[in-house]
């Protein structure tokens, strides 16, 4: 009998956990949704409708004493397509970017 219970529990984790990774799913739709993102060299925006749904803009920048460091844009709501970007330091020079996803304050994407 526990086996089965854990086996359905490990189950609907497993299908929770694939839904997560692949976006927004009917158990966030109540909350809303985070579509499609577009990221750019020092940032991006991402379709939706928050508020639980965030995005914020990111850059990776070198520096030659302290290896890499990232700076991070605003926070905005999925579907704010004011974008949000970072930039490097004084000292430091670009190596990526794009866009971060949250849900509800946690990271659960990055899109570069």
């Keep these: 009998m526990r086996q089965r219970i854990a086996g359905m529990f490990l189950t609907a984790v497993t299908a929770a956990t694939l839904a997560v990774a692949g976006g927004a799913t009917a158990a966030y ?3 809303g949704w ?7 060299q020092y940032g991006g925006w991402c379709d939706g409708n928050g508020p639980d749904w965030q995005y914020r803009g990111f850059v990776s920048c070198a520096a030659q004493s302290s290896g890499s460091k990232e700076y991070y844009g605003p926070f905005r709501w999925a579907g704010d397509r004011t974008g949000s970007t970072a930039k490097c330091s004084l000292g430091t020079s670009y190596k990526s970017g794009g866009v971060k996803t949250y849900y509800k304050g946690t990271l659960v994407g990055t899109h570069t």
């Design 34 to 40: 985070i579509g499609q993102c577009h990221p750019q």
């Design 29 to 31: 739709a109540d909350q």
